[in-house]
T-cell receptor
Framework: GENVEQHPSTLSVQEGDSAVIKCTYS??????FPWYKQELGKRPQLIID?????GEKKDQRIAVTLNKTAKHFSLHITETQPEDSAVYFCAALAPDSWGKLQFGAGTQVVVTP | ETGVTQTPRHLVMGMTNKKSLKCEQH?????MYWYKQSAKKPLELMFVYSLEERVENNSVPSRFSPECPNSSHLFLHLHTLQPEDSALYLC??????????????FGEGSRLTVL
């Protein structure tokens, strides 16, 4: 089955700097890669996703890149703000897995003013 | 406000107790899920239901028993749990199913502590 590795496990950045979180996956058939943000005590919420037919997707200050050959994808947050502090989870979905999203272990991002 | 509601939000139970977690979604989605969230570990999928039929069971111990009476409600029945079962249990729903699930909408979770 699919296996997703996520790094780093914690990330501290100064407000205004960029943050990058990287994930690798094992199943080359995986074709859907969402990112979820979970603030302290809150539910995980989708912030951006990418499908395997594109290499990059942007939404304001966040972007995701996908390298299918290397089987890794990354989340980029620019101009970080204190409200970006949260745990971020990457995930991958293989087409034959029947909705079984495989999540990474999460990255705790702390943005310091 | 939320499309997916879970009750109770907190539950403390002894190892011999029987309790149930409830999830309700008001989004008209076709698929519902139970996930287990433990500290510093990936979200673990426990069960997937599509149109009330269970389609995925990730080798979850039988002390966890799901029930999906209709497409809007999902239960997780708990019996003779172990302390290591203490975790946040998240319910989710999605508009799609199978290979095209779309976005997962999570509930706030039920924090379970097993003494």
């Amino acid at each position: 089955g699919e296996n997703v590795e996520q790094h780093p496990s914690t990330l501290s950045v100064q407000e205004g700097d960029s943050a990058v979180i990287k994930c690798t996956y094992s199943d080359s058939a995986s074709n859907y890669f969402p990112w979820y943000k979970q603030e302290l005590g809150k539910r995980p919420q989708l912030i951006i996703d990418i499908r395997s037919n594109v290499g990059e997707k942007k939404d304001q200050r966040i972007a995701v890149t996908l390298n299918k050959t290397a089987k890794h994808f990354s989340l980029h947050i620019t101009e970080t703000q204190p409200e970006d502090s949260a745990v971020y989870f990457c995930a991958a979905l293989a087409p034959d897995s029947w909705g079984k999203l495989q999540f990474g272990a999460g990255t705790q991002v702390v943005v310091t003013p | 406000e939320t499309g997916v509601t879970q009750t109770p939000r907190h539950l403390v139970m002894g190892m011999t107790n029987k309790k149930s977690l409830k999830c309700e979604q008001h989004l008209g989605h076709n698929a519902m899920y139970w996930y287990k969230q433990s500290a510093k570990k990936p979200l673990e999928l426990m069960f997937v239901y599509s149109l009330e039929e269970r389609v995925e069971n990730n080798s979850v111990p039988s002390r966890f028993s799901p029930e999906c009476p209709n497409s809007s409600h999902l239960f997780l029945h708990l019996h003779t749990l172990q302390p290591e079962d203490s975790a946040l249990y998240l319910c989710a729903s999605s508009p799609g199913q199978g290979a095209v699930i779309g976005e997962l909408f999570f509930g706030e979770g039920s924090r379970l502590t097993v003494l």
